[in-house]
């Protein structure tokens, strides 16, 4: 389980990442989702021990961030969004460099290495440089890592950004197979539909709504969207596009009147708190 208490981060006298944010993730995987400066990869960072908070703190599994860093980085695995791979070595050679750099023996960790490689479908290509691999299969690398070292907690910051659809569904595959506790980041509303048990909803540095997504979505009482250019019926208006909240029961009725009908989805939690993700 992780704590999260009234983190905050400031980088100057105005400009807070987070502010005071509080939360307990008790769930295996956690998605941690907001559009691009919401404070997402910040809270990622601290919790991962590579940025101090301003003020406040969090445990993981018990263990302070800040008074017991050492033991923290004992048992998290993080894989930061701006990791790149060393072109000229192979998968196999940047796993072994890594799980040696954990304190694994050099036949430990060819052997973790072989096996995490083989249970991802990349052991075919153990061998290849890097600079040879898709971006997905890059990607998908560093889940390995993860794999391989057994760490009780996984930090993901934005796995598949940048990825076509095809390397994004090979990297969910991937994240699926880990059975640690996973602590993610995305602006992707399907990503964290995909693969999360909870979401924390972060905006502007502070959390907006946090919980699993059923009972985030139960808040909409089985309601469904109806969207049109220019509609004359709204809840909310976003540029020309009119957004209606309707009982399934008026759905012909807004069809008749030219509104496109949508499930409700996690879109929908942003939208109702003023809130509009990248697509």
Avoid: C
Wanted: proline share 3%; aromatic share 6%.
């Amino acid at each position: 389980m992780i704590e999260i208490q009234e983190v905050t981060k400031r980088y100057d006298r105005r400009t807070y990442a987070l502010k005071g944010i509080t939360a307990s993730l008790r769930e295996r995987v956690t998605t941690v989702i907001g559009r691009n400066g919401a404070g997402k990869t910040t809270l990622i960072r601290i919790l991962s021990t590579q940025l101090f908070p301003t003020t406040g703190t969090a445990t993981i599994e018990g263990l302070d961030i800040l008074k017991e860093t050492k033991k923290v980085r004992e048992i998290i695995s993080s894989i930061p969004q701006e990791s790149q791979l060393i072109g000229i070595l192979s998968p196999l050679e940047q796993m072994q460099l890594y799980l040696m750099a954990r304190g694994f023996t050099a036949s430990q960790a060819r052997e973790e290495s072989k096996q995490a490689l083989d249970e991802l479908e990349l052991y075919d290509y153990r061998n290849a440089p890097s600079d040879t691999l898709s971006g997905g299969m890059k990607r998908k690398v560093f889940v390995a890592m993860a794999l391989a070292a057994k760490a009780p907690v996984i930090f993901l910051d934005e796995p598949t950004t940048g990825l076509d659809p095809l390397s994004r569904i090979e990297v969910w595959s991937a994240i699926k197979r880990l059975s640690s506790k996973i602590i993610l980041t995305t602006h992707y509303m399907e990503e964290a539909q995909e693969l999360s048990n909870e979401v924390v909803v972060i905006d502007q540095g502070n959390i907006i709504t946090h919980g699993a997504i059923g009972n985030l979505l139960s808040s909409f009482g089985g309601k469904m969207r109806a969207e049109k250019m220019d509609g004359e019926e709204y809840d909310i208006k976003i540029a020309n596009v009119a957004i209606k909240y309707i009982e399934k029961e008026r759905v012909d009725e807004f069809i008749a009147k030219g509104y496109d009908i949508k499930r409700i989805n996690l879109d929908d939690i942003f939208l109702s708190k003023g809130v509009l993700l990248e697509s």
